[in-house]
């Protein structure tokens, strides 16, 4: 059985950095490429960030650009998300979901439950 | 980086059919057949169900269909049960490995 079981979230000032994890298991975590969808409270669905199977494609939304780092641990099975310089509208329950492949590019077949960030003072 | 433009509800009877539309560009929806459809019931995670533009995942309803034109890419629902009530998003790959959503559509099955 696919689990993806986000962690790291939290209340956080803004400005500051958070580092989100996800830790993956029930399939062959290096065949699939990974990402990370946002939502913020009582809105639609955000791509963030996506990476290849072996990190050499990564792509970013605008909105984080500059700000977030996606990186994955093929050896640990776990994919990360380093947000820094965070904003009140970087609040948000992140997702991470597995793709359906290898390039970060055709969708998203399992998703986590989420962990809940909070930008505020 | 636009958001796909989706209608923001629609509705139907039991039994009846519903389209959502899904509109990008000729730099995402209208160059890759890579449009995929997601189900979200509140509080929950979102469900894939339709990926490259048109195949259904094993175990999702075959009630669940999808198509594109152009720039617009479409599911249908045939068949509408109440368990269908829920948010839709449609999601493309837009280059240099990025995607983008649509702003989603509340279905509401009267």
């Known amino acids: 059985e696919v689990q993806l079981v986000e962690s790291g979230g939290g209340l956080v000032q803004p400005g500051r950095s958070l580092r989100l994890s996800c830790a993956a298991s029930g399939f062959t975590f290096d065949d699939y490429a990974m990402h990370w969808v946002r939502q913020a409270p009582g809105k639609g669905l955000e791509w963030v960030s996506g990476i290849s199977w072996n990190s050499g494609s990564i792509g970013y939304a605008d909105s984080v650009k500059g700000r977030f780092t996606i990186s994955r641990d093929n050896a640990k099975n776990s994919l990360y998300l380093q947000m820094n310089s965070l904003r009140g509208e970087d609040t948000a329950l992140y997702y991470c979901?597995?793709?359906?492949?290898?390039?970060?590019?055709?969708?998203?077949?399992?998703w986590g439950q989420g962990t809940l960030v909070t930008v505020s003072s | 980086q636009s958001a796909l433009t989706q209608p923001a509800s629609v509705s139907g009877s039991p039994g009846q059919s519903i389209t959502i539309s899904c509109t990008g560009t000729s730099s995402d929806v209208g160059s890759y057949n890579l449009v995929s459809w997601y189900q979200q019931h509140p509080g929950k995670a979102p469900k894939l169900m339709i990926y490259e533009d048109s195949e259904r995942p094993s175990g999702v309803s075959n009630r669940f269909s999808a198509s594109k034109s152009g720039n617009t890419a479409s599911l249908t629902i045939s068949g509408l049960q109440p368990e269908d009530e829920a948010d839709y998003y449609c999601?493309?790959?837009?280059?240099?490995?990025?995607?983008?959503f649509g702003g989603g559509t509340k279905l509401t099955v009267l």
């Open positions: 999601c493309s790959y837009a280059s240099s490995s990025t995607l983008v």
């Open positions: 979901g597995k793709d359906l492949g290898g390039a970060p590019t055709r969708g998203f077949d399992y």
